[in-house]
């Protein structure tokens, strides 16, 4: 699988999913300047966590405008695969390649934790390696992570299968308790219509080594390689 990293002025987990990508790769992921206009003949592109321009307008605002937001909207249409982590979920809705957005925490405070979440879909190229139900644990870092739409929005999501992770307690019920900052139905992940792009909040990549400490992470990336097999 050939992967593609796009890298914007204040992205910092650009490097961190790199490598997780090299180790369920074998190779090395291209990395791409916000400012390029082209891409190489890619399998995955990757928004990477971090602040894109400092979100000194609005998260994600910025970045969405970037010169190869054009060209990865082109190659999201025609099926290439696309996930974007944390700001990187924030760009994907800020582009419109996934509905709703990404507000204020609940409690307005940036949160650094793991997080536990409920696998909802299984059903996609991203997801594929894990069991429908499951508990998983992954990691937040953000400020701005608590998801909205409105109601025909969320029924439209729900009802296509859209939503890929939702925040839960250990138990693996999604609940107010296990929701870190507010967002509609818990929902942590969702996918657009056909499940070709993907944005979630929490950081796979961030627990893809049990050198971590935690390895439910890799699995995804896993999961990409093997649906390109």
Not at 87 to 98: A, D, K, R, S, V
Request: include cysteine; charge should be positive; proline fraction near 5%.
């Amino acid at each position: 699988m050939k992967a593609a990293v796009i890298v914007f002025p204040g992205s910092n987990c650009d490097r961190d999913v790199a490598v997780a990508l090299e180790q369920s790769t074998g190779k090395a992921p291209a990395m791409v300047w916000h400012r390029a206009s082209d891409l190489p003949k890619v399998d995955l592109i990757v928004l990477p966590g971090g602040f894109s321009y400092g979100d000194y307008l609005r998260c994600g605002a910025m970045g969405a405008q970037s010169p190869v937001m054009a060209e990865v909207k082109r190659r999201a249409s025609k099926g290439v695969r696309v996930i974007g982590i944390c700001n990187g979920f924030q760009i994907l809705t800020e582009t419109g390649l996934l509905p709703g957005v990404l507000m204020r925490n609940r409690d307005l405070k940036f949160i650094c934790s793991d997080v536990h979440l409920k696998v909802e879909q299984t059903k996609s190229a991203f997801t594929a390696g894990y069991k429908k139900d499951e508990m998983i644990t992954l990691h937040i870092a953000h400020n701005e992570g608590n998801y909205f739409a409105d109601s025909k929005t969320l029924k439209e999501i729900e009802g296509n299968g859209q939503v890929a992770f939702r925040y839960c307690e250990a138990n693996g019920k999604p609940t107010a308790k296990g929701n870190p900052n507010g967002a509609k139905n818990n929902i942590a992940g969702i996918f657009n219509a056909t499940r070709t792009v993907l944005g979630l909040m929490p950081h796979p990549e961030r627990v893809a080594d049990p050198m971590l400490g935690n390895n439910d992470g890799r699995r995804l990336f896993d999961s990409l390689v093997e649906s390109v097999a």
